[in-house]
């Protein structure tokens, strides 16, 4: 299925997404005033999703926002949804024609375009009623008990039977034992990407800098490490040792001293790559606990698991919620959405190399998010039967067909010019410039996480070793927001140093706006150092 808007046309994949809104229609049909989480329990889909098509639904006007209910989840309330007359009785078919009906209009072709845009792109990480109360009893029996609440959400959670916490520290003897015990290709690649990570990380240092005025008035600014970071890595089955590189090293290249990761073992599973990337970056303890009792152990400290200064690492809703909850008290490094790429193409690449650039973001979860802007409307169809060829072959095809159903897109823009507008507007996390002149077209990009330039830069490089960071802003993000780097780890203290013929004419300027803010104490301050 085709959806003109104007200039630029979006293929969707078409039947399981009207399946699924077909569905919420009639679940809507039988239960007035649902809210997105109970639509998305009865249909087993994440309720990001749900509220994707909710949205859709809302802007053709077969659904409509009845009322709230709230707050729930951050404080906000909850959207009531109940349908309206123009759906009732409605089957796949008719929904189909009055969604091209509403989506074609054409006066506000260019609009609808925009606004359907904003429903692909839409994304909440608001966390509901059930995690949030989870996530504040963790924290605070954290901070009540220690290490006794942390061993026991341990053995519950992980399905652990420790008696305490000496059990769950991981000694530095065993980390280099796992680097060791690695095959001969693994521990080589694991050490040039560190080697290519640290490389590229040692570029970004800041030094301190000042400067004296005419009248001997020192002005600059000093740059210190922070003291200790702690690093969340997930943990079980999943090996994710690239996180440790990207987190750990600028860490140390900033100086940090003292760095603490943790990571979850569930039913005692090990991941040796992980203890060995660990090793590998310098990692000063490390402690096989996860969830939200991680987290706030690390924020609040035990009296086994040191307080920290900033907390960074990828998590689950428990995790990201925990982090949010705990900002203030440390730092976070972000929280982070579903993983996305966005490839503007000219339509020369191979088209399996770009449907396999957008499965290598679909795989992660279904929630993650494959775009492919390309003039070439021949070359969209080629890419599109590049998926069905290549996609019953996948191993996490289930999650890949999934993801690009619900928030998958392959978009006929007019122009690259075109294109740089959209892609500015989406502000990707990964931005593939797959086209002839990428370095050129890379200084029209005013949003984008990290720039993959011309047709042999896979994303997936990036991902590993590359060099630059991997955790890079999401979720739109990147128009304000920056990837991971080694300024993350570093602080900015300003230096004043004042001559006495300095502080005197200074003295003077201070009075005149202290008095004229009402502030008799700062003005008599500087008053004072101003010589006769």
Same mark, same amino acid.
């Given at each position: 299925m085709?959806?003109?808007f104007?200039?630029?046309?979006?293929?969707?994949?078409?039947?399981?997404?009207q399946?699924?809104?077909?569905?919420?229609l009639?679940?809507?049909?039988?239960?007035?005033?649902?809210?997105?989480?109970?639509?998305?329990?009865?249909?087993?889909?994440?309720?990001?999703?749900?509220?994707?098509?909710?949205?859709?639904?809302?802007?053709?006007?077969?659904?409509?926002?009845s009322?709230?209910?709230?707050? #729930?989840?951050?404080?906000?309330p909850?959207?009531?949804?109940?349908?309206?007359?123009?759906?009732?009785?409605?089957?796949?078919?008719?929904?189909?024609?009055?969604?091209?009906?509403?989506?074609?209009?054409?006066?506000?072709?260019?609009?609808?375009?925009?606004?359907?845009?904003?429903?692909?792109?839409?994304?909440?990480?608001?966390?509901?009623?059930?995690?949030?109360?989870?996530?504040?009893?963790?924290?605070?029996?954290?901070?009540?008990?220690?290490?006794?609440a942390?061993?026991?959400?341990?053995?519950?959670?992980?399905?652990?039977?420790?008696?305490?916490?000496?059990?769950?520290?991981?000694?530095?003897?065993?980390?280099q034992?796992?680097?060791?015990?690695?095959?001969?290709?693994?521990?080589?690649?694991l050490?040039?990407?560190?080697?290519?990570v640290?490389?590229?990380?040692?570029?970004?240092?800041?030094?301190?800098?000042?400067?004296?005025?005419?009248?001997?008035?020192?002005?600059?600014?000093?740059?210190?490490?922070?003291?200790?970071?702690?690093?969340?890595v997930?943990?079980?089955k999943?090996a994710?040792?690239?996180?440790?590189?990207?987190?750990?090293?600028?860490?140390?290249?900033?100086?940090?001293?003292?760095?603490?990761?943790?990571?979850?073992?569930?039913?005692?599973?090990?991941?040796?790559?992980?203890f060995?990337?660990?090793?590998?970056?310098?990692?000063?303890?490390?402690?096989?606990?996860?969830?939200?009792? #991680?987290?706030?152990?690390?924020?609040?400290?035990?009296?086994?698991?040191?307080?920290?200064?900033?907390i960074?690492?990828?998590?689950?809703i428990?995790?990201?919620?925990?982090?949010?909850?705990?900002?203030?008290?440390?730092?976070?490094?972000?929280?982070?959405?579903?993983?996305?790429?966005?490839?503007?193409?000219?339509?020369?690449?191979?088209?399996?190399?770009?449907?396999?650039?957008?499965?290598?973001?679909?795989?992660?979860?279904?929630?993650?998010?494959?775009?492919?802007?390309?003039?070439?409307?021949?070359?969209?169809?080629?890419?599109?039967?590049?998926?069905e060829?290549?996609l019953?072959?996948?191993?996490?095809?289930?999650?890949?067909?999934?993801?690009?159903?619900d928030?998958?897109?392959?978009?006929?823009?007019?122009?690259?010019d075109?294109?740089?507008a959209?892609?500015?507007?989406?502000?990707?996390?990964?931005?593939?410039?797959?086209?002839?002149?990428p370095?050129?077209?890379?200084?029209?990009?005013?949003?984008?996480?990290?720039?993959?330039?011309?047709?042999?830069?896979?994303?997936?490089?990036?991902?590993?070793?590359?060099?630059?960071?991997h955790?890079?802003?999401?979720?739109?993000?990147?128009?304000?927001?920056?990837?991971?780097?080694?300024?993350?780890?570093?602080?900015?203290?300003?230096?004043?140093?004042?001559?006495?013929?300095?502080?005197?004419?200074?003295?003077?300027?201070?009075?005149?706006?202290?008095?004229?803010?009402?502030l008799?104490a700062?003005?008599?301050?500087?008053?004072?150092?101003?010589?006769?």
């Amino acid at each position: 299925m085709k959806i003109f808007f104007c200039l630029i046309t979006i293929i969707w994949y078409t039947e399981p997404v009207q399946k699924t809104r077909q569905q919420i229609l009639t679940y809507l049909n039988t239960h007035p005033g649902a809210t997105a989480l109970e639509i998305s329990r009865y249909l087993d889909l994440t309720p990001a999703n749900i509220r994707y098509h909710l949205g859709l639904l809302v802007t053709s006007g077969l659904i409509q926002i009845s009322g709230k209910r709230g707050p #729930a989840g951050a404080g906000r309330p909850t959207k009531l949804y109940n349908i309206t007359s123009r759906s009732l009785g409605s089957n796949i078919e008719s929904l189909l024609a009055v969604i091209l009906e509403t989506l074609g209009s054409d006066n506000s072709a260019d609009e609808t375009f925009w606004s359907q845009l904003d429903q692909l792109l839409a994304w909440e990480s608001v966390s509901d009623d059930a995690v949030n109360t989870t996530v504040t009893g963790i924290i605070a029996d954290i901070r009540s008990r220690g290490d006794a609440a942390l061993v026991e959400y341990t053995n519950r959670f992980d399905r652990m039977s420790v008696a305490d916490m000496t059990e769950l520290e991981i000694p530095a003897a065993r980390l280099q034992q796992a680097l060791d015990g690695l095959p001969n290709d693994q521990r080589t690649a694991l050490q040039t990407a560190a080697d290519r990570v640290r490389s590229y990380h040692e570029h970004q240092k800041q030094d301190s800098w000042s400067y004296t005025e005419d009248d001997g008035t020192l002005l600059g600014q000093q740059i210190t490490p922070l003291d200790r970071v702690g690093l969340y890595v997930p943990g079980g089955k999943a090996a994710y040792p690239s996180s440790v590189l990207m987190n750990a090293i600028p860490a140390k290249v900033a100086g940090v001293e003292d760095l603490i990761m943790v990571v979850p073992t569930p039913d005692g599973e090990l991941n040796e790559l992980v203890f060995a990337a660990a090793a590998i970056c310098g990692v000063n303890r490390v402690f096989t606990v996860g969830g939200a009792q #991680a987290i706030a152990a690390l924020a609040y400290g035990t009296d086994t698991v040191p307080q920290v200064d900033k907390i960074v690492g990828p998590g689950n809703i428990y995790v990201a919620t925990a982090k949010r909850y705990v900002f203030g008290t440390v730092g976070i490094d972000m929280i982070a959405g579903p993983s996305e790429i966005l490839v503007i193409c000219d339509g020369k690449t191979d088209p399996d190399w770009i449907a396999m650039d957008l499965f290598s973001q679909a795989e992660h979860d279904e929630d993650a998010q494959s775009i492919l802007l390309c003039p070439d409307a021949d070359y969209l169809e080629k890419v599109q039967a590049s998926i069905e060829k290549l996609l019953p072959a996948m191993e996490r095809a289930d999650i890949i067909r999934a993801s690009l159903a619900d928030r998958g897109a392959l978009v006929q823009v007019k122009d690259m010019d075109e294109a740089i507008a959209v892609s500015n507007y989406i502000a990707p996390e990964h931005l593939e410039l797959s086209v002839e002149d990428p370095e050129a077209m890379a200084k029209q990009v005013k949003h984008a996480g990290a720039i993959f330039m011309g047709r042999y830069t896979a994303e997936a490089l990036g991902d590993y070793c590359a060099g630059p960071n991997h955790v890079l802003p999401t979720s739109r993000t990147a128009r304000y927001s920056s990837p991971l780097g080694v300024y993350d780890f570093q602080k900015r203290s300003s230096l004043i140093m004042c001559s006495a013929d300095g502080a005197s004419e200074l003295g003077k300027t201070a009075s005149t706006l202290a008095r004229g803010e009402g502030l008799e104490a700062h003005a008599r301050s500087a008053e004072y150092r101003i010589k006769d």
